[in-house]
């Protein structure tokens, strides 16, 4: 787990330059190009128990994109003495003897429109009534089984994937034409 944010700049400043998440234990794509945004955005409003088919509420983070989470995210949830959100974009949460809990997952996680994956599978899902929450950590394995990211699809929470900055790695998005060398003046 790492809690040093710098971990999870990778792509470097926001609008730097697409980027391609790739997992650090195989090397496979798991992004197509994405743009960094400068921070994480508020999640849209989103009245899901008015909504008539259940399902996950809108992306938080626009597709194409990515942002840096700076705050800790998902599993581990410890016991703690002051009420308040478990983790970012998340209400409060208590054990089952009332006491309040907030994450100690790690921060700089990757934070994506879930829709931008590519090739990941869901290994568990913490209890929920139509999606996946990130209340029992990472969830979605890469095809070769190193599990990468956590999932919240759940209806009632914010949709948005975390690639775990210490399994995946950003590799700069190759443009077509780009590193190809063009005609130049004969001798040079």
Same mark, same amino acid.
């Given at each position: 787990?790492?809690?040093?944010? $710098?971990?999870?700049? !990778? /792509? /470097?400043? &926001?609008? $730097?330059?697409?980027?391609v998440f790739v997992c650090a234990a195989c090397g496979v794509a798991l992004t197509g190009p994405l743009e #960094?945004?400068?921070?994480v955005p508020e999640p849209p409003y989103f009245p899901w128990w008015e909504s008539d088919e259940r399902g996950p509420s809108p992306a938080t983070v626009p597709s194409?994109? %990515?942002? *840096?989470?700076?705050?800790? %995210?998902? &599993?581990?949830?410890v016991v703690t003495d002051m009420p308040g959100p478990a983790m970012p974009r998340r209400g409060t949460m208590?054990? /089952?003897?009332? +006491?309040?809990?907030?994450? +100690?997952?790690? +921060? /700089? @996680? *990757?934070? *994506?429109?879930?829709?931008? &994956? #590519?090739?990941?599978?869901? +290994?568990? !899902?913490?209890? !929920?009534?139509?999606?996946?929450?990130?209340?029992?950590?990472? @969830?979605q394995a890469c095809a070769c089984g190193t599990l990468v990211a956590t999932l919240c699809s759940d209806c009632c929470l914010p949709y948005e994937l975390h690639l775990s900055a210490a399994h995946v790695r950003a590799v700069p998005a190759v443009r077509p034409g780009a590193g190809e060398a063009g005609p130049g003046p004969a001798g040079q």
């Open positions: 787990m790492h809690d040093d944010v $710098s971990v999870g700049v !990778a /792509g /470097g400043a &926001a609008g $730097s330059g697409a980027m #960094r945004l400068p921070a194409g994109r %990515y942002a *840096i989470e700076t705050e800790h %995210y998902g &599993a581990p949830l208590s054990d /089952g003897h009332g +006491r309040w809990l907030v994450s +100690r997952g790690p +921060r /700089g @996680n *990757i934070v *994506i429109d879930p829709d931008d &994956a #590519r090739g990941l599978e869901l +290994r568990h !899902a913490s209890a !929920a009534c139509c999606g996946a929450t990130p209340d029992g950590g990472m @969830n």
